[in-house]
């Protein structure tokens, strides 16, 4: 019977920390864990996936994707199927799969911590880090270990990431075939939509539930959280993703990207997903928020061309706030305290529902919300879609008017 480690460790540091030098671990005990699996190829497997991972350090988030899979797929190899990759078949990715589906409790964690930490000036593994999760929003936390699943998404991400990965294998010749397209039926894995997939957003009276807390919020406490209503009114209101917000190695947002034209049109110029930069039109009220952050903070109204001011600075110490977790834990308080409101209001049930949100369903419903009284292309530029089909997903009145016929059905003639 294959002996499963019971505490998995961790094996590739962020990208501030991972060293590509020789393909060597930043941390030592990496390289003692994985030796520890007696795969004689363990070191070379490392290598190139160190050196894969590496190539995708333009994007924080893309290279956090690529990792978690590639991680996975290491310690299975390696701990659980006891081999190489240049050693997996078409059989053995089927597994794997299955395996991610259903993974022993010891190898899944309850909450999203980082893998290394700091301990008297070296970076050491994390004892709470899993390689998989339970997924629990807001303040939901009575999931067990036992209720992870995967979803249809994830499962996805999987197929697309290691084919690329298996892939880069085979331009390398370190590998002769690539296993995922070896597996004619991933349909047996991969669930077909008859219909749009649903869109993730709030109600209008959770909304304005958010809204109007962050702005109590703010009255209260404007030192910690005038930033925290600029941070909901920016993310609803130019429809951004929360990597849009916070530095990275590609891009800091600064005041000075918000800019006017020859017209006197305002846009806010920010660079999204897959490294491609846009300009989104800048709404009265979304300028009328922008000047009250700015008065708060101390600076003039407006901001002037190349302003470098950071647009969301840390309220402690100098700097940008770059972790894209920080900003999520401070909308988060933000929600916690409007799910509190909602249900002291007698409004249970959106109060549970709001407990499943993130914080990306503020894109969601700003987008979904526009939509409604905007021209189609005029959302899909400022959202950054790459086309019209994505933009109509949130259009839902085909929807509404569907349910509106079946309303009246009868179950008795």
């Not at 990306?360 to 899909?380: A, Q």
Request: proline share 5%; hydrophobic share 35%; aromatic share 10%.
């Amino acid at each position: 019977m294959t002996k499963i480690p019971t505490s998995p460790q961790p094996l590739f540091d962020t990208l501030e920390n991972l060293k590509l030098s020789l393909g060597q671990p930043t941390v030592e005990p990496i390289s003692i864990y994985f030796q520890s699996s007696q795969i004689l190829k363990a070191d070379e497997d490392y290598r190139h996936a160190n050196e894969f991972l590496y190539s995708y350090r333009g994007s924080k988030d893309t290279f956090a994707s690529y990792r978690r899979e590639v991680e996975r797929l290491l310690q299975w190899s390696w701990f659980i199927n006891k081999t190489s990759l240049n050693e997996l078949k078409r059989l053995d990715i089927e597994s794997f799969i299955d395996f991610c589906q259903s993974p022993p409790l010891s190898w899944i964690g309850l909450k999203s911590v980082s893998r290394f930490i700091n301990r008297d000036g070296q970076r050491i593994s994390n004892p709470e880090w899993r390689p998989f999760i339970v997924k629990t929003n807001g303040r939901d936390n009575t999931k067990q270990r036992k209720d992870f699943t995967l979803s249809a998404k994830a499962l996805q991400a999987i197929f697309s990431i290691l084919s690329s990965f298996f892939t880069y294998l085979v331009q390398e010749e370190y590998i002769e075939n690539n296993p995922i397209a070896l597996i004619r039926q991933k349909s047996k894995y991969l669930r077909k939509y008859q219909q749009k997939p649903k869109i993730r957003r709030l109600t209008e009276l959770q909304w304005g539930y958010v809204i109007d807390t962050a702005e109590i919020m703010a009255q209260s406490n404007p030192l910690e959280h005038e930033r925290t209503l600029f941070i909901i009114q920016a993310l609803y209101g130019m429809y951004l993703r929360i990597s849009e917000l916070a530095a990275s190695t590609r891009w800091t947002p600064e005041m000075g990207d918000f800019h006017m034209d020859m017209d006197g049109n305002w846009w806010f110029t920010t660079v999204g997903k897959g490294n491609k930069e846009r300009d989104i039109s800048v709404s009265d009220a979304m300028l009328a928020a922008l000047k009250r952050y700015r008065r708060y903070i101390g600076l003039s109204p407006l901001p002037t061309p190349g302003e470098a001011n950071p647009l969301i600075p840390k309220t402690r110490g100098r700097g940008v706030i770059n972790s894209t977790r920080q900003i999520r834990n401070i909308v988060q308080k933000c929600f916690d305290l409007a799910i509190d409101r909602l249900g002291k209001d007698g409004f249970e049930q959106d109060a549970g529902l709001l407990r499943a949100a993130t914080v990306h369903w503020l894109r969601h419903t700003g987008i979904s919300d526009d939509v409604k009284h905007r021209p189609r292309e005029h959302v899909r530029d400022d959202a950054g879609h790459g086309s019209s089909a994505i933009t109509d997903k949130y259009i839902d009145v085909e929807m509404r008017e569907r349910h509106k016929s079946g309303k009246n059905k009868l179950l008795k003639p």
